[in-house]
């Protein structure tokens, strides 16, 4: 009995400490996303630091530049960087249209694809399968092609699967 009260209390002592021990040595600067619909962006890497920022947008594209214990410094696709809590970030990668004007979305990643539909400055979107200067971009069910020169969250030369 001793050693399964043990054995449970070691396992759970580290499942919290494998995820950001994981994230922690990730190599800097990686893209992820805001996964919480409220998101307080902090001067400084600590809940005392005030607050900077309230993000009231999941699924926005953030640039991670540095890493600080459970803390995450990010970068936003305006340029304003702050602090935010780990948990409150994804993995799950996505962009936002940038610009002026609307970018087509095709059938296929070529210029010669059937245009599908236009996605407005602003709108964000999840990406995949980034190639040749193309991903596919999903915007709430309707995915196409678009070119990576009109989004922010997708680096220059990137591949995705």
Do not use: H
């Amino acid at each position: 009995m001793r050693t399964i009260i043990l054995a449970v209390t070691a396992l759970a002592l580290m499942l919290p400490t494998a995820a950001p021990a994981a994230d922690a040595k990730r190599k800097v600067p990686y893209l992820a996303s805001i996964q919480a619909s409220r998101a307080r962006m902090r001067t400084g890497p600590g809940r005392t630091y005030p607050a900077s920022w309230l993000y009231q947008r999941s699924g926005l594209p953030v640039r991670v530049i540095a890493v600080l214990k459970e803390w995450r410094k990010v970068e936003d696709p305006d340029g304003t960087t702050g602090w935010m809590q780990g948990n409150l970030l994804s993995d799950v990668r996505t962009a936002i249209v940038r610009g002026t004007q609307p970018i087509e979305m095709r059938e296929r990643p070529s210029v010669a694809g059937k245009l599908m539909w236009r996605a407005a400055p602003g709108v964000v979107g999840r990406v995949s399968a980034c190639a040749d200067g193309w991903c596919r971009f999903d915007v709430m069910g309707q995915a196409a092609y678009v070119e990576t020169g009109g989004l922010w969250g997708v680096e220059a030369g990137e591949v995705l699967p």
